[in-house]
């Protein structure tokens, strides 16, 4: 019998028999540092009313962006593209 060790990114949850492969994916990945603020909108009776519409998270390479929800019926492409956050 033979015994294979296979190793898998915490992150993303790619495997590999290569040890140096995954830890080379790991450390491609950002962290979230902070959530940080949140928009809403204030139209009675709309969904973002309750929820956000959108989030603002900073992550460890120093970007921030926005992100929305997904909404039934529009393409995630649509809905839930991340927006780089311009501070300038």
Same mark, same amino acid.
């Given at each position: 019998?033979?015994?294979?060790?296979?190793?898998?990114?915490?992150?993303?949850?790619?495997? +590999?028999? =290569?040890? $140096?492969?995954?830890?080379?994916?790991?450390? /491609?990945?950002?962290?979230?540092?902070?959530? *940080? @603020? #949140?928009?809403?909108? +204030?139209? =009675?009776? $709309?969904?973002?009313?309750?929820?956000?519409? /959108?989030?603002?998270?900073?992550?460890?390479? *120093? @970007? #921030?962006?926005?992100?929305?929800?997904?909404?039934?019926?529009?393409?995630?492409?649509?809905?839930?593209?991340?927006?780089?956050?311009?501070? *300038?």
């Amino acid at each position: 019998m033979k015994v294979i060790t296979i190793y898998e990114c915490e992150c993303c949850g790619e495997t +590999s028999v =290569d040890k $140096y492969r995954i830890m080379e994916c790991e450390s /491609s990945h950002v962290s979230v540092i902070r959530v *940080g @603020k #949140s928009r809403y909108d +204030s139209n =009675d009776g $709309y969904a973002f009313k309750k929820y956000p519409r /959108s989030i603002r998270v900073d992550f460890s390479d *120093g @970007k #921030s962006l926005w992100y929305e929800p997904f909404v039934k019926g529009v393409s995630l492409e649509e809905a839930a593209v991340p927006t780089e956050i311009d501070e *300038g």
